[in-house]
């Protein structure tokens, strides 16, 4: 690691990547973590439960689509749903600001709540810290879930195999393009709504009609290039996306087109990442778009034997490139 201290670039993609290897697995796991997964999956008798922890500094508070309690709930049911846990327990720790107004606490509480409630979710304990004014940004929330795997369903990003279908749930980008839009009065972009939704039922249908899934990953901070590059890499494969396939919104096409950004480097809260055999694929793409937040899923690209790039897109005009790695937070504090 060049740097000695911390930079915001450290918060995804290769920033991530390079903090995570070089300081903070060494500290806290001196033998090595091994891959990398949404949830910790473990077994205790007669079941398997799956493990995940999250924190939430999104800024701003509030935007179209949601709040850091709508993303607090989603991300970890959605980090559970990943592993094919059904999402069963949730704790809720909160640093807050002196000066917060109450109002404003319990509309997003109440937004987290309300998530919880429609997944059949027990808020089972949580904390609360105060802090002075200046030092948290208004709030800080942080949540801890367990959910039970589903029976005869093993699922890991190392699981990917050449010639297996790569499958995306729906419009890439939305969160972060209305985060950006929000934060930096986009006016043109100021139609962006946020995709955040949980994902455990998208992913049971998924799971249901295709038990032969290999992986599932949801793409949040980095955006679809960087799940794919950790797949790609804990399973020693290649991945070739087919640029004409990947559904783009057209206020993330209008926003990247303006602000020079790759849509695919853009973080999303209610979009997976599939992999599936190339015979199941059109299955899992009929499942996903039984709901109307994925009714745009699709087949984008094929997992391939290891090639020198991991992710590499053909492009509308026939060439083919590869997709980097994001070298690290494009938009800080989006999550």
Not at 183 to 189: G, K, P, Q, S
Not at 191 to 199: K, V
Not at 303 to 320: A, H, M, Q, W, Y
């Amino acid at each position: 690691m060049t740097t000695q201290t911390v930079r915001l670039s450290h918060g995804s993609g290769k920033g991530l990547q390079e903090l995570l290897s070089t300081i903070i697995i060494p500290a806290l796991i001196p033998g090595g973590a091994g891959v990398l997964e949404d949830a910790f999956v473990f077994d205790i008798p007669g079941r398997r439960l799956a493990f995940t922890t999250d924190s939430f500094v999104v800024s701003p508070l509030e935007f179209p689509g949601g709040n850091i309690g709508t993303l607090a709930a989603c991300g970890t049911i959605n980090d559970l749903s990943m592993m094919g846990a059904r999402p069963m327990l949730l704790s809720v720790s909160l640093i807050l600001e002196e000066g917060f107004a109450f109002e404003k606490l319990t509309r997003i509480l109440t937004s987290l709540s309300e998530i919880c409630t429609q997944m059949g979710i027990r808020i089972a304990c949580g904390d609360t810290k105060v802090v002075d004014k200046g030092k948290a940004d208004g709030l800080f929330i942080n949540t801890s879930g367990i959910g039970i795997v589903t029976v005869g369903i093993s699922l890991s990003a190392a699981y990917a195999k050449p010639g297996d279908a790569v499958i995306v749930s729906g419009g890439i980008g939305l969160h972060g393009v209305t985060i950006l839009a929000q934060r930096e009065n986009l006016h043109f972009a100021s139609a962006a709504e946020s995709d955040c939704a949980p994902l455990w039922p998208l992913a049971k249908a998924v799971l249901d009609a295709v038990p032969h899934t290999r992986v599932m990953r949801d793409a949040t901070r980095g955006g679809l290039a960087s799940v794919l590059h950790e797949i790609a890499t804990d399973s020693k494969v290649s991945i070739v996306l087919m640029e004409s396939e990947i559904p783009v919104p057209q206020v993330v096409k209008g926003a990247c087109s303006f602000l020079g950004m790759d849509p695919l480097h853009i973080a999303n809260e209610g979009r997976f990442a599939i992999i599936v055999p190339p015979e199941w694929a059109d299955k899992a793409v009929a499942a996903l778009r039984s709901f109307a937040i994925a009714k745009d899923a699709c087949v984008i690209g094929q997992v391939v034997e290891k090639d020198r790039f991991p992710v590499l897109l053909k492009t509308s005009i026939g060439g083919t490139r590869p997709v980097e790695m994001p070298p690290g937070e494009l938009l800080p504090r989006i999550c």
